[in-house]
């Protein structure tokens, strides 16, 4: 196994993600941000942020797959949300849990950081990810 996944006592409980990963395999893996679209460039769930959640999930997949990765090898993810506010997690966790199980993505996830950005993209893209995985 390439990667440990550890939320240390002392450290904020319950979270939906793991607060360290610990990578021990040799090549790096670094998905650049992706977005809800599809491979020729549609435009994924306009205005719904769980169906945008989880097409950039989807596409991030595709990513690492095609570097021989997969989300158990991923150190960290990192989510830039549009007019991010608290009240919308609940929108973004379903966007998560509805592609988790298809897609081998671990709940919690693995470390990950939620960013809120004004603007992303073009004006209809609600989210991007990028992924950082380390493979022997």
Known sequence: MTVQYLTPEGM???TPYHHVAVGSGTRHVH???QIARLADGTPVAPGDLPGQVAQALRNT???LAGAGATFNDVLRLTFY???????KISEF???VERVAEDIGLPLPLPPASLIGVDYLFEPDVL???EAT???D
Do not use: C, D, F
């Open 12 to 14: 904020t409980h319950p």
């Open 81 to 87: 949300v549009t007019h991010w506010h608290p009240e």
């Open 31 to 33: 998905v650049a941000g």
């Open 127 to 129: 989210v991007e990810v």
């Open 133 to 135: 995985a380390v493979i």
């Open 61 to 63: 997949a595709t990513g």
């Open 93 to 95: 966790m379903t966007g």
